[in-house]
């Protein structure tokens, strides 16, 4: 078992930058969806999935769960969440 990944007690530990990033993501696209459209206010898709896949990894990686698989493991990591946030950002300024 890798112990970078786990806690002295073995068990998977909460990822607080993670859970911050996936509960803020939610808030956000709850409280203004327009966030998710592009120029014409049309529903940009890209920017959408983007932003579903940054929440969807910042929580799960935030409340500790770790996939097993290696797949899973990367799409569900904090380092894909925030991969996922730049890249919104920058479709978002330049789109």
């Known amino acids: 078992m890798n112990t970078a990944r786990v806690s002295e007690a073995g068990k998977?530990?909460?990822?607080?930058?993670?859970?911050?990033?996936?509960?803020?993501?939610?808030?956000?696209?709850?409280v203004y969806p327009f966030?998710?459209?592009?120029?014409?206010?049309?529903?940009?898709?890209?920017?959408?999935?983007?932003?579903?896949?940054?929440?969807?990894?910042?929580?799960?990686?935030?409340?500790g769960f770790i996939p097993r698989h290696r797949m899973w493991r990367v799409l569900f990591s904090g380092w894909s969440c925030a991969l996922a946030l730049v890249v919104f950002g920058l479709l978002r300024v330049f789109r």
């Open 35 to 63: 966030i998710m459209t592009n120029r014409a206010g049309d529903a940009d898709h890209t920017l959408a999935t983007l932003l579903f896949w940054a929440m969807s990894a910042g929580l799960v990686r935030g409340v």
């Open 12 to 30: 998977p530990r909460m990822h607080a930058a993670s859970l911050a990033a996936g509960l803020i993501v939610m808030a956000v696209g709850t």
